[in-house]
Nanobody, 115 residues
């Protein structure tokens, strides 16, 4: 069974940076896509960033220019560098990956942006 180990969340002040990392296990081949979504209290889960096996990234509008996604396809790891964080970035961030048209999700890591 595919599982994810997420790390890097925490508390940061506005304007600060965090780096999230995610490692997938239980799979012997490269995922077709990996990415991050987030969900704030009382809001729907939304796309943060996703990157294909070919390395093409797609970003949610609210994070363009501030967040950068990267992956190591051979190792099924994905990272999210988050800069210039804002209070509205506060949410639980979920790693996910796609294999054979099935999407698998991590447990999530909390990111809180507050002074």
């Amino acid at each position: 069974q595919v599982q994810f180990a997420e790390s890097g969340g925490g508390l940061v002040q506005p304007g600060g940076s965090l780096r999230l990392s995610c490692i997938a296990s239980g799979i012997s081949r490269s995922m077709s896509a990996m990415g991050w979504h987030r969900q704030a209290p009382w809001k729907r889960r939304e796309l943060v960033a996703v990157i294909s096996s070919g390395g093409s990234p797609v970003y949610g509008d609210s994070v363009k220019g501030r967040f950068t996604i990267s992956r190591d396809g051979a190792k099924n790891t994905v990272s999210l560098q988050m800069n210039n964080l804002k209070p509205e970035d506060t949410a639980v961030y979920y790693c996910n990956g796609v294999v054979d048209l099935l999407t698998f999700w991590g447990q999530g890591t909390q990111v809180t942006v507050s002074s």
